[in-house]
């Protein structure tokens, strides 16, 4: 049981009204207010009474089972069909009630007691099935109308046993003895049924909104209070007899409330909450609507328009009721616009459209962004609702910046052809120079060589160092020529891209450097394969530059090795890409200088430790860059140095 401060302000209403109900009943029960009404006057208010509990029982019955039969009828019809037979029954009670006309054969106390008693236990049994929790369940037409002839047999069945068994009657009432025992303990069986029931609805959860659980238990105290005076009389015209009548009848009214607030007055309530947030849902998307910069229509497909919103209005220049002079949808039209004539064909097949169309506005054509839906109403009429936008100054912005892309490429198509004769004429430049300066060095290295033979100067004399001197300059010379040839072939060449290995071209270069010093004692690691896709012949030189660099850079070292070789790249990002490497053990070099190594001309060691031209990696570069692909070194003074380059082609 709660606790009385966890109580509902309706449960303790109730309470409190059954608590008054109780003393009222002790109150009249006691000695000095004990009364008998008179047989004829007795009989009549025995009759009002029961007419009036008739009445409302009927009224339980017809409105709980037509309120639930709209929304399907579930296991409570029980409740409500039981009221039917309460009727019934109480109506043969009050027919055999003592004073009233016969009623198949004479009336009687026993008669009357029999069918009061049938009456009260099948409304206690009801109310204690309405109390009981359970899980409801709809009825099936056929299962509802069988619980009805259930019931309406359930009442003739009573009826006939009080009518057709005499012998019944005397298990509640003997003449000269008074009430049975029996019909006693029958008496408190109806009050316990009916405390119970009071109980579990006092226990029962409050339901959300107006419950009818508190009245319901305040009818089921009344039906007990009313049950135990009517254990206390000796004729039936006693005092007792009446009040009970009375509570019984005053409890089939707390009943009727109570059925009223469950079928009628808590769904109306339900109704006006769901009407308020229906209001409430209304508003909030009118003031979302206006709110939208977007237009927004709403209009019967007929054409006339029913609302915009202020955007719309803004767009267009006109109010609805400026729109449907207008013509309404015809302001689509404008000029026979193959576009609006599509857009409307898709909206009819399709039901929903959108694109971009002409709309007639008061400042003249203007174009819109829209999209339309088409919506059937339950009346049958089509409405659509379209959603737009003002995209006129949106397409002048794109027709401009089309244009200027036109220009745009146009200049860089000029910038680019004349940026590519002007490196043209330069590179054709570098190559009549270099070709030029390569036979005016051959002239010169043939005169130093007859000068020497004329002059047969003497070991460790002033002109052998000149002329010494003279020759070295001249090699020198010689080979930052050819690298400048080979500059300039490898700039103009085109690449033509086929099945290459590198670990071939490797393999070539070696042989070369050894055939040009074969005393020097060098290892050098090739793998057996190092498929790939590009140019042979620049992949060549590429490889003549790389291994001739290591093999340059190791001239110092004790134990010289050269390694070429293939792995893959570490970034995850490039995913499937090979770097090939060509790696060293020699002199190395600084990397804060390494940003300058791939530059024209630039050197990071001097002349006189290791000869050069700085044209080599430069030219490297290139070739690497023709195959789209990336170079780079790692290195350490005196720890040797990695070349590293991907091809993009392979």
Known sequence: MKALRDLSPEQRRSLAALGLATAVLGVLLSGPLQFRLPTELNAGVHSVLEMAAIAIASIVFAVGWNAYGRRGRDTDAVVWLAFLAVALVDGLHTLSFEGMPAFFGPSGRGKAIFFFLAARLIAGLALLYLALPRRRALL?????????????ALAVGVGAAGILLPGLREL???PGSGLTPFKKACEYVVVAINLAAALLFLARPQEPGRSSHPLLMLACGLMALSEWSLTRYVATSDGPNVIGHFYKAL?????????VVRTVSQPLAELDTARLELVATQQEYRELIEASLDGVVVLLYSGRFLSMNAAGQEIMGYTVEEVNRQGGVRLLHVGEDPRSRAFLAELRRARR???RIALRC???PVEIEASANLYQLPSGQDLVCII???VT???????EIRELNATLEHRVEERTEELQRRNRDLEGLSYALAHDLRGDISRVQGYAGALAQALAPAPGTPPAHWLDRLDANIRRMHETVDGLLALAMVSTATVEPGEVDLADLARASERNLREQEPLRRVSVRVPPSLPVRGDRRLLGVAMDNLLGNAWKFTRDAQDAQIEVGMMPAADPAASGTRVYFVRDNGAGFDMAHAHRLFELFQRLHDQGSFSGHGVGLATLRRIIEHHHGRIWAEAHPGQGATFF???AAS
């Open 140 to 152: 099936t037409r056929m299962q509802a109308h069988l619980l009805l002839a259930i019931t309406v």
């Open 172 to 174: 509640f009432f003997v």
């Open 251 to 259: 409890a089939y009214l707390v009943i009727y409330r109570a059925i």
């Open 353 to 355: 459209a959108r694109g």
């Open 362 to 364: 008061r400042r003249g």
């Open 388 to 390: 737009f936008r003002d």
């Open 393 to 399: 100054g949106q397409i002048r912005q794109e027709q």
């Open 645 to 647: 380059f991907t091809l």
